[in-house]
């Protein structure tokens, strides 16, 4: 589902130089749970906004269902990163002025829906993370589990085939950690998404993932397939 070869990202600023990613070869198959590790700088949130569609690369391919994602022309990319990946992050990244609810809606693509039926999409999707209660609540009024949650509905909300997932326990204590990771697991057992979740806790990544990807300084360290 998800071919990568050769991939180079190399910041520049200045005359300073930054090999955030450098020559990075693998594959992901659909339906499977990867784990990202590795040291602080090691490429990990580089390679998930790659896949994404947040950025570019300098070098080398990324294919998404056989189409290169460094190959996409604007619109492609837009298209991309609103149907076929939802992202998550480990601050959220929700809109504070809006609520619950909203968040989602305006996560939804319009295709000519009204906005009652944009309403109730909504309000299932914050049903099937547990929040139907929690839906007229602003992030603020939120915890972090809970605005976790709101955060995976609105990740959710045009049915990618693909989840990003940036640390996305990093603000949450164990208990709270392990229920987003429940409900990461369910949705790739039971929806079939595709996870790539990045994470420092190598216990839960070995729990949890089927494929694991070790990044150290931009390269591969170890790649390893763990049957569950
Ligand atoms: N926009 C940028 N401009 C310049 N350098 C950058 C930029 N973004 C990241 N880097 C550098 O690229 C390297 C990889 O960064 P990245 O954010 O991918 O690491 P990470 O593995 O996600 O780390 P962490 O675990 O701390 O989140 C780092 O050395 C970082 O300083
Ligand atoms: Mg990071």
Redesign the pocket.
């Given at each position: 589902m998800i071919v990568i070869e050769n991939l180079s990202?190399i910041?520049?600023?200045g005359s300073?130089e930054?090999?955030?990613?450098q020559d990075l070869n693998f594959r992901v198959q659909q339906g499977s749970f990867v784990s990202v590790i590795?040291?602080?700088?090691?490429?990990?949130?580089?390679?998930?906004?790659l896949i994404g569609g947040l950025?570019r690369s300098d070098e080398g391919s990324l294919f998404f269902k056989e189409k290169d994602v460094m190959q996409m022309s604007r619109r492609e990319l837009a298209l991309h990163r609103r149907f076929s990946v939802g992202m998550i992050f480990?601050s959220f990244n929700l809109i504070h002025s809006r609520t619950a609810r909203e968040n989602i809606e305006l996560a939804l693509a319009f295709g000519g829906k009204s906005r009652r039926e944009r309403k109730k999409q909504a309000m299932q999707l914050l049903e099937a993370v547990g929040l139907e209660d929690r839906a007229d609540h602003q992030p603020t009024e939120l915890s972090g589990g809970e605005s976790q949650r709101v955060a995976i509905a609105r990740a959710m909300a045009n049915k990618p085939s693909v989840l990003l997932a940036?640390?996305p326990t990093g603000n949450l204590d164990s208990a709270t950690s392990g229920e987003i990771i429940e409900l990461l697991q369910n949705l790739n057992k039971q929806e079939g998404v595709t996870i790539l979740m990045?994470t420092?806790e190598e216990d839960t990544a070995h729990a949890v993932s089927d494929h694991l990807l070790r990044?150290s300084d931009?390269k591969m360290l170890e790649e390893r397939r763990i049957s569950q």
């Amino acid at each position: 589902m998800i071919v990568i070869e050769n991939l180079s990202r190399i910041y520049r600023k200045g005359s300073n130089e930054v090999a955030a990613l450098q020559d990075l070869n693998f594959r992901v198959q659909q339906g499977s749970f990867v784990s990202v590790i590795g040291r602080s700088g090691s490429g990990k949130s580089t390679l998930l906004n790659l896949i994404g569609g947040l950025d570019r690369s300098d070098e080398g391919s990324l294919f998404f269902k056989e189409k290169d994602v460094m190959q996409m022309s604007r619109r492609e990319l837009a298209l991309h990163r609103r149907f076929s990946v939802g992202m998550i992050f480990q601050s959220f990244n929700l809109i504070h002025s809006r609520t619950a609810r909203e968040n989602i809606e305006l996560a939804l693509a319009f295709g000519g829906k009204s906005r009652r039926e944009r309403k109730k999409q909504a309000m299932q999707l914050l049903e099937a993370v547990g929040l139907e209660d929690r839906a007229d609540h602003q992030p603020t009024e939120l915890s972090g589990g809970e605005s976790q949650r709101v955060a995976i509905a609105r990740a959710m909300a045009n049915k990618p085939s693909v989840l990003l997932a940036d640390e996305p326990t990093g603000n949450l204590d164990s208990a709270t950690s392990g229920e987003i990771i429940e409900l990461l697991q369910n949705l790739n057992k039971q929806e079939g998404v595709t996870i790539l979740m990045v994470t420092h806790e190598e216990d839960t990544a070995h729990a949890v993932s089927d494929h694991l990807l070790r990044l150290s300084d931009g390269k591969m360290l170890e790649e390893r397939r763990i049957s569950q």
